[in-house]
């Protein structure tokens, strides 16, 4: 196993190259080296895998994922200051850390990293969501993603129908995933502190059934749904096709139900409804 207690502490590295966080890109560090190993842990049995960590910054968490079972690491960073900072980690990982310099949003995260592939990273808060839709989108290249958001995100991710939290951010990561809160960091465990709450979800792909609908459907049917979520679904659904009513039968769901109120297995159905209406319309 690799070890990295001979470098610099992270506070060192950040004075020596004067790395002070930029708020554009939500740079937020972990510098306690006992909780980036905790993050890291949590991504589970790594060994064999090669991981993609997304904003390495000054490296803690980088450190703990060099320091785990992983086959390697390929650490995806935009902001180039970080490049020259982590040439330390790097050189002593001897060849199992890749640095990527790049924007994470643009990468082809199945041309950087060799299957089995994972995710793990303290991500941008700003960008966090974009990014995990994009994944959920090619769910099956991941063998699990363990990403840290603000609080309020991973209680969007893991919601339960008929919570306030629960919408489209629920229904197609628990479609496509299991999805599960490991844990909750406090704001003062960043420097700098964000604002809010913070937690890591682990999240692990489902196997689908053959005859699954398209990402696509799901996702404008859903959209379509929670678009007016205090309202009935047909009204939500009025945006999708002009009666909704039939499509909600097909389904087995009541027209009076409101979106919050349909689990998982119903969008599904759903789903499938609206894909025979569209097939009927040619
Ligand atoms: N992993 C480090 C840690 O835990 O201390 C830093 C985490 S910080 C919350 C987010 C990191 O993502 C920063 O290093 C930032 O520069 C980087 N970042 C922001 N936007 C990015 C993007 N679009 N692509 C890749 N990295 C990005």
Avoid: C
């Amino acid at each position: 196993m690799t070890s990295l207690a001979h470098l610099p502490p992270l506070r060192d590295v950040i004075a020596r190259f004067d790395l002070g966080a930029r708020k554009a890109l939500g740079q937020h560090f972990l510098l306690d080296l006992n909780l980036t190993a905790r993050v890291a842990a949590a991504a589970g049995d790594l060994a064999g895998v090669t991981v993609i960590e997304v904003g390495p910054g000054p490296g803690g968490l980088t450190r703990a994922l060099v320091e785990s079972d992983a086959k390697a690491v390929v650490a995806v960073e935009r902001d180039s200051r970080f490049v020259a900072a982590l040439a330390d980690v790097v050189a002593a990982a001897a060849g199992r850390l890749t640095i990527v310099e790049g924007d994470a949003l643009e990468v082809d995260m199945t041309a950087i990293a060799p299957a089995p592939r994972a995710i793990v990273a303290n991500l941008p808060y700003n960008v966090g969501t974009p990014m995990l839709v994009g994944w959920l989108r090619q769910i099956q290249e991941f063998r699990s993603l363990t990403l840290m958001f603000q609080k309020e995100v991973v209680d969007r991710i893991v919601a339960k129908p008929r919570t306030k939290d629960y919408g489209r951010l629920a229904v197609m990561s628990q479609w496509l995933a299991d999805a599960r809160l490991v844990f909750d960091i406090p704001p003062q465990a960043f420097s700098p502190p964000p604002k809010v709450m913070s937690a890591v979800v682990h999240i692990t792909p489902r196997i689908l059934p053959a005859d699954a609908p398209s990402f696509k459907d799901m996702e404008r049917v859903v959209a379509a749904a929670f678009n007016q979520r205090r309202k009935m679904l047909r009204a939500g659904l009025k945006g999708l096709v002009a009666q909704p009513e039939p499509l909600l039968e097909a389904a087995g769901i009541l027209p009076t139900s409101r979106a919050e109120e349909v689990d998982v297995a119903g969008f599904v159905r759903l789903a499938h409804a609206w894909r025979a209406h569209q097939d009927t319309q040619f």
